[in-house]
């Protein structure tokens, strides 16, 4: 029984990430060749909450893409400080779903006063924001009423990896974008199957979400959501400085739950698996290798063989799934979680 | 009685900075006049652990300074990914304690191999990353053997202070800097004084720290402290980011330190402080204004007419004291805690 707002949103995803890539591909190909050109030395994002979860993706994969390194904005410089940076070399990304961010919108509009290339992404062409950037990548995630985002996360991921696919010129990069929706939609059925093993967490008050590489902002976006809907105190940590200190608050018991996807990070993943379940940490692993899951306290299955580079869009989906489930058990109202609103306004 | 090695070295920081600034001004007007270069458009810092929060200090002084922007590398592009961005126009910045990092010295090695102008802060004027890197400033804290970096991190936060006042040729920020040795003697008599207001929290669980702008890497600093040294779940949030819906993980009582010295961000601060207070949360205010002290539970005073650009190596010692007195009520080994090594290595 689909009884929520939230659940209806989650089970959108699909289509609302098939959306983006079909109504988007030509804007992102214009948009990817912005990020090819020669005086663009770095991208600076500006962003808050979810979007700089997203925006972390953004770091690794469009680093990744032409080499070409991404830094995150300092809003307060341009705004309480009144001393923004010069920003020749930079192009400047704000993501916002809302698209209202006032912060966000000062960047932007600071970027344009030197002269520099702006772009928008966000789920409300008409926003402030996207009025005030030179060039906009509307996300097509469609009306999004819950309080906790969902498909505007993940069609923010599907717009920056439409751009990387874009400037890199990738066309099997593309083909694998494609085949995407019809991979989250296995991954909710999978993910909601799996949640019941997360019963066992009724009584839980808090946890660690752990990651590295790519899934470094899905780790801060999937502790974001339990936090928002649930009220628990969720964390998140780059497995690599996690074992530089913060891990003397991991003691028995205490709920971990690591995104551990096939690729480049999950030896080093594996590692720090072994290492919080030697400390007694309660782990739930995110994982498509069977042995990556053995390892773990409670399994938490991905969909197999969908490319390193894409990982992050499947990854998150057991994780909001998680939030969704631990939010019930917990009692909380989802729609309407915690005293919180939709839009937060900060400068 | 100073009985740890922990609190001998807390004591000890205002003869570590002031050592530094006497043996080190004149290689950070070298190094001054590195970061005025016409072709540095941006600074890329690499670290891990206690640095890493210092190396927010640079993010904000660095850029107002001469307005360059300051970027953070991502060290598994540069390990694990193995595809490090190219880096013109950068000038690259590593800061590590013990100068061993494997994972600091890639991004250092990458940055030469590009032909890139690298510096090394550390406290091991001949450990590897110093090696690596084209100049070095040492940190000149002395021998630190606790876990706990408490003067390594003072002295880094010392020496991005002096580059910041060599590289705008200030006179009247020098003379700001060289009176705070006694200042920080101040503050930590002060803060030793205040901390016996803490002996409430004896139950605690756990708590967050809140403050922004340049005293943003204050809050993880804090935090950090108090979880290694007590083992307790404490964690750091900007100002902004905590409304936008982490906040719903503020419960009544749940121990809040808000670091609100005087200076642009206070009225942001105390409209935050007012918010959590109306949850419930019990909030430490560390600030110089009467008024801003009074808003909270327990007031943590800091010494008055700190300038601004300056406050974080203030801000830090009521949190240093504060995590002391929150491990002893816990009773933790204040030397070897909760497993921890002093140096950690990460690919």
Same mark, same amino acid.
């Given at each position: 029984?689909?009884?929520?707002? +939230? =659940?209806?949103?989650?089970?959108?995803?699909? &289509? #609302?990430?098939?959306?983006? /890539?079909?109504?988007? !591909? $030509?804007? %992102?190909?214009?948009?990817?060749?912005?990020?090819?050109?020669?005086?663009?030395?770095?991208?600076?994002?500006?962003?808050?909450?979810?979007?700089?979860?997203?925006?972390?993706?953004?770091?690794?994969?469009?680093?990744?893409?032409?080499?070409?390194?991404?830094?995150?904005?300092?809003?307060?410089?341009?705004?309480?400080?009144?001393?923004?940076?010069?920003?020749?070399?930079?192009?400047?990304?704000?993501?916002?779903?809302?698209?209202?961010?006032?912060?966000?919108?000062?960047?932007?509009?600071?970027?344009?006063?030197?002269?520099?290339?702006?772009?928008?992404?966000?789920?409300?062409?008409?926003?402030?924001?996207?009025?005030?950037?030179?060039?906009?990548?509307? +996300? =097509?995630?469609?009306?999004?009423?819950?309080? &906790? #985002?969902?498909?505007?996360? /993940?069609?923010?991921? !599907? $717009?920056? %990896?439409?751009?990387?696919?874009?400037?890199?010129?990738?066309?099997?990069?593309?083909?694998?974008?494609?085949?995407?929706?019809?991979?989250?939609?296995?991954?909710?059925?999978?993910?909601?199957?799996?949640?019941?093993?997360?019963?066992?967490?009724?009584?839980?008050?808090?946890?660690?979400?752990?990651?590295?590489?790519?899934?470094?902002?899905?780790?801060?976006?999937?502790?974001?959501?339990?936090?928002?809907?649930?009220?628990?105190?969720?964390?998140?940590?780059?497995?690599?400085?996690?074992?530089?200190?913060?891990?003397?608050?991991?003691?028995?018991?205490?709920?971990?739950?690591?995104?551990?996807?096939?690729?480049?990070?999950?030896?080093?993943?594996?590692?720090?698996?072994?290492?919080?379940?030697?400390?007694? &940490?309660?782990?739930?692993?995110?994982?498509?290798?069977?042995?990556?899951? %053995?390892?773990?306290?409670?399994?938490?299955?991905?969909?197999?063989?969908?490319?390193?580079?894409?990982?992050?869009?499947?990854?998150?989906?057991?994780?909001?799934?998680?939030?969704?489930?631990?939010?019930?058990?917990?009692?909380?109202?989802?729609?309407?979680?915690?005293?919180?609103?939709?839009?937060?306004?900060?400068?």
């Amino acid at each position: 029984v689909t009884d929520t707002r +939230l =659940e209806l949103e989650l089970r959108q995803q699909p &289509a #609302a990430l098939e959306r983006l /890539l079909l109504a988007q !591909g $030509a804007t %992102a190909k214009e948009l990817g060749a912005l990020l090819r050109r020669r005086d663009v030395r770095y991208l600076l994002i500006a962003s808050r909450g979810s979007s700089s979860n997203a925006a972390r993706y953004a770091q690794y994969l469009l680093g990744r893409a032409n080499r070409v390194p991404v830094s995150f904005a300092t809003p307060s410089l341009y705004t309480l400080y009144q001393q923004p940076p010069r920003l020749d070399g930079a192009l400047v990304i704000g993501i916002s779903q809302s698209g209202e961010s006032p912060d966000v919108r000062a960047v932007i509009d600071e970027a344009r006063r030197q002269g520099r290339p702006t772009i928008a992404l966000t789920n409300r062409p008409e926003s402030p924001i996207a009025v005030a950037a030179d060039a906009v990548l509307p +996300l =097509e995630a469609g009306d999004e009423r819950a309080v &906790a #985002a969902t498909k505007t996360y /993940l069609n923010s991921l !599907g $717009a920056i %990896a439409l751009l990387f696919a874009s400037s890199t010129r990738d066309k099997s990069a593309f083909r694998e974008l494609e085949l995407m929706p019809g991979r989250i939609a296995e991954q909710l059925e999978r993910s909601f199957e799996d949640a019941a093993l997360l019963d066992s967490y009724g009584g839980i008050h808090g946890g660690t979400v752990v990651a590295r590489g790519i899934n470094y902002g899905t780790a801060f976006e999937v502790a974001l959501k339990i936090r928002e809907l649930s009220g628990l105190l969720f964390e998140a940590w780059s497995a690599a400085d996690l074992m530089h200190g913060p891990v003397a608050a991991i003691a028995p018991d205490w709920p971990v739950i690591a995104i551990a996807p096939s690729g480049p990070t999950l030896a080093s993943m594996r590692t720090v698996i072994d290492g919080l379940v030697a400390r007694g &940490a309660r782990v739930a692993v995110v994982a498509d290798d069977q042995a990556v899951l %053995a390892q773990g306290a409670v399994p938490l299955r991905l969909v197999e063989q969908i490319p390193e580079w894409l990982s992050p869009l499947a990854t998150v989906i057991p994780g909001q799934v998680a939030a969704f489930h631990l939010a019930r058990l917990n009692g909380s109202d989802l729609d309407n979680p915690h005293g919180l609103s939709k839009v937060t306004l900060t400068l």
